[in-house]
């Protein structure tokens, strides 16, 4: 039996930025001190997928075509819908915030379902047309539905959060179209009651969608031996194509790991993440509940197995002063 946990922390690169300077992380110091590091081939590859799609990819299976994978359509299938004759592109709410030098995206956070469904609403009346047609699933999930043969360069909405809006947006054959329906739809969001309501409570408001991830949907495969584990679309939709369904992402999965098993954790702070995934993982290796675990950090990989915990003299550091 391969006992091989493959645990991918989504979102590890932004925690580790907001980790407050100072505040050590022992196990997980521990772990990239004694394991072997090793560069993900994720970040050559085209940019259809988020870091952690790209990286969940190489995991699964490293000879799966990235490009057969973008982003919208996997997520879609992931969502339990049906695949279509046409390509699929994440329409991601953002909040559009001008300064005197850029423009700059930013997450916009929790939207309640009233909202939700009012924001959705005017956008699929008002955004469709003989080529696309926006379309939102529930838990935030926006679309859109385009025809098969719509083609351009997009930025995942990770790394456009990142940099000036302006440095980032589509190219390619049909960009003008996608600039023009994200052009319409802050429009049409500028002044919705909904965002008077929730800028006065404090909170971002939405006013702006963020194209990215399309392409046409992947064939499905046969059944994999690797189990997928997590909550994000993008997994169950691989798990749907590959066979292989796992559940809900758990660290109860150490205790009893039956298979070579693949797990996507998102990672809202390091500290959290440490303690929960992290703490249990030297114990599982040394009672050989897991044979090997390879942490996937986004950029690279940690190979760890209960040999890499005896290597006593590997000084550990903090995490900034390794990764950085």
């Not at 110091?29 to 790209?54: D, M």
């Not at 994440?90 to 929790?110: E, I, K, N, S, Y």
């Not at 009672?287 to 190979?303: F, P, T």
């Not at 760890?304 to 990764?323: G, N, P, Q």
């Amino acid at each position: 039996m391969m006992r091989e946990l493959v645990l991918i922390a989504g979102g590890f690169e932004r925690a580790l930025a907001d980790h407050p300077r100072g505040l050590r992380l022992p196990t997980l110091e521990r772990l990239l001190a004694r394991g072997r590091r090793e560069s993900t081939q994720a970040e050559a590859r085209p940019a259809l997928q988020n870091r952690w799609q790209r990286q969940l990819l190489e995991g699964l299976d490293p000879t799966l075509d990235p490009s057969q994978y973008a982003s919208a359509p996997v997520s879609w299938l992931g969502l339990g819908c049906e695949p279509y004759a046409g390509t699929c592109w994440h329409a991601t709410a953002v909040h559009v915030a001008a300064t005197t030098d850029r423009l700059q995206l930013l997450p916009v956070g929790l939207i309640e379902p009233d909202e939700e469904d009012a924001l959705a609403d005017l956008l699929g009346r008002e955004l469709t047309s003989a080529d696309y047609r926006f379309e939102a699933l529930p838990g935030g999930h926006w679309f859109l539905r385009a025809a098969a043969d719509f083609a351009a360069v997009t930025t995942p909405v990770e790394g456009a959060f990142s940099a000036d809006m302006r440095d980032t947006l589509p190219a390619g054959r049909d960009a003008a179209m996608i600039r023009r329906l994200m052009t319409e739809a802050q429009m049409l969001l500028h002044e919705h009651p909904i965002n008077a309501t929730r800028a006065a409570a404090g909170r971002l408001p939405v006013n702006g969608v963020w194209c990215w991830g399309g392409g046409s949907f992947p064939a499905p495969h046969g059944p994999s031996e690797t189990f997928l584990c997590g909550e994000d679309p993008f997994l169950h939709g691989l798990a749907r194509l590959h066979g292989r369904s796992g559940g809900a992402a758990s660290p109860a999965l150490l205790e009893n790991l039956e298979a070579r098993t693949v797990v996507v954790v998102q990672v809202e702070s390091l500290a959290g993440f440490a303690e929960a995934w992290l703490a249990p993982l030297p114990s599982a290796l040394r009672a050989g509940r897991v044979g090997c675990v390879q942490l996937g950090l986004e950029s690279r990989w940690v190979r760890i197995t209960a040999r890499d915990l005896r290597k006593f003299w590997k000084r550990s550091r903090s995490v900034a002063e390794v990764l950085g």
